[in-house]
């Protein structure tokens, strides 16, 4: 597969492109500072920005599907899913920290007693975001 990867430069895009990588599939990865990614056989590194659709359009065209690894706050779902439709990319994967994630009702996983501290800040970002977007 041709899999275009949005946050390739990230602690969860540069393990996904590892591993599509791995398993032979050529992975085009997307970033706001591509120089900061490790350039492997595979990997096609361009610059775009998740937030900007003119950005992203060009750069999702001609792929079998589009995976966003990018983080909640640096980010714009809308604008996303825009670019995805617009190029006719039929498969679309959004990942991302499992914080918000509801181990209860009404008890998400950053307020258990055994979540990080070290990840709360971000956690707490994305969970603002995800919390404010419509669905």
Known sequence: MK???IGVTGRVGSRVAAELLSRGHLVTGIARHPDNAKPQIGLDLKKGDAVIPSSLTPLLSNHDAVI?????KTSDASAL????????VQRLLVVGGAASLLVGPGNPLIETPDFPEAYKPEAQAGIKFSRSAPC
Do not use: E, P, T
């Open 68 to 72: 966003s690894a990018s983080r909640f």
């Open 3 to 5: 899999v275009a990867l």
């Open 81 to 88: 899913l825009a670019a995805v439709k617009k190029v006719g």
